[in-house]
């Protein structure tokens, strides 16, 4: 998986490129949690426009991303998730605890209040 990464004033911003599947979430959570702790922001968006898959390992990553931030009084945001990925948190009602946008504005507003 690629990662690119920018500020947007106080929120960090990670365009994801590839798959979150158990070959990968290793190097990404290695490359998040380094993140995390030397980037001072108040939240943290995941644009997954380029995220065509996320497994079970995926899922557990995201949690205790999700986790890490909320400990910290800092929020997580998921923006322009496809459908496929959309339905995964559907099932796991992951979708009533992350906030998710279709649009990355939206995921910007929502870190921002």
Not at 56 to 77: D, E, N, R, V
Not at 89 to 95: A, E, M
Request: glycine fraction near 8%.
């Amino acid at each position: 998986m690629e990662i690119l990464d920018r500020m947007e004033g106080e929120i960090g911003v990670l365009v994801l490129k590839g798959n979150m599947v158990a070959q990968t979430v290793g190097d990404i959570k290695t490359y998040l949690e380094s993140y995390i702790e030397q980037i001072e922001m108040r939240g943290l968006i995941l644009d997954c426009e380029q995220v065509e898959y996320v497994d079970s390992a995926g899922l557990g990553l995201l949690a205790s991303i999700f986790k890490t931030l909320q400990k910290m009084g800092k929020k997580l945001a998921l923006t322009r998730v496809n459908n496929r990925i959309m339905e995964t948190f559907t099932l796991t009602n992951l979708n009533n605890i992350f906030i998710v946008t279709e649009d990355f504005s939206d995921a910007l507003n929502a870190l921002k209040q």
